[in-house]
């Protein structure tokens, strides 16, 4: 199994600024996936956080807006950039060991 | 692109009630997975399925791969299994991302 954390657990954010929500896992994991779901919606894949190269990002989605870090094989972070009202999600930090899929509590954040 | 369908979007029943959730996708696939969340967020991984059938307490999932097809199944309803319940797909491959479906919201009454 694995045992992951999120920082912060919510935040309500002003139009423009951004946020930078950490990731901790209990042990070493290859990938570290980062997921949005929007109010009433199902979660949609950011990026794929690999440690020692850049992120790869699925269709919609940007660096400069989404700018990740994966320091090590443990955490990574997610930054929202500057935020507006459509970025007020519950973004999820997630791994995998093999097939098997685990989620981190979530952060839930309101832009106002 | 693989499209993840679950059905019914919402659902309440009675406490007591057998319950049934269903998935169905397009392509092949390497595994099923049904998830659960809870209204704070958390999301739990239930079952991973790549065949047949799987039962943990009152839950029971099955898979039928020739029709693409699963269900999840809650026997006994309690109010405590009101959640949304969410189905997804992975392929397998070097990354394993998960495709998922829009979720079912299950209200159980007392």
């Known amino acids: 199994s694995a045992v992951i954390s999120q920082k912060p657990s919510r935040d309500i954010c002003q139009r423009g600024t951004s946020l930078t929500i950490q990731c901790q896992v209990d042990s070493q994991v290859t990938m570290m996936f980062w997921y949005r779901q929007q109010p009433g919606q199902s979660l949609t894949l950011i990026a794929t956080a690999n440690q020692g190269s850049e992120a790869t990002y699925e269709s919609g989605f940007v660096i400069d807006k989404f700018p990740i870090s994966r320091p090590n094989l443990t955490f990574s972070t997610l930054t929202v950039s500057n935020m507006s009202p459509e970025d007020s999600s519950i973004y999820l930090c997630s791994v995998n060991r093999g097939i098997q899929q685990f989620f981190g509590p979530g952060t839930r954040l309101t832009v106002l | 692109k693989n499209e993840v369908e679950q059905s019914p979007q919402n659902l309440t029943a009675q406490e007591g009630e057998f319950i049934t959730i269903n998935c169905s996708y397009s392509?092949?696939?390497?595994?099923l997975h049904w998830l659960q969340q809870h209204p704070g967020g958390g999301i739990v991984s239930l079952f991973m399925?790549?065949?047949g059938k799987k039962k943990h307490g009152r839950l029971i999932a099955t898979i039928n791969i020739q029709e693409k097809h699963s269900s999840l199944h809650i026997t006994a309803s309690h109010p405590r299994d009101s959640a949304v319940y969410i189905c997804a797909v992975s392929y397998g491959g070097a990354t394993n991302k998960l495709i998922f479906g829009t979720g079912t919201l299950l209200a159980v009454q007392p």
């Open positions: 399925l790549s065949s």
């Open positions: 392509v092949g696939i390497s595994a």
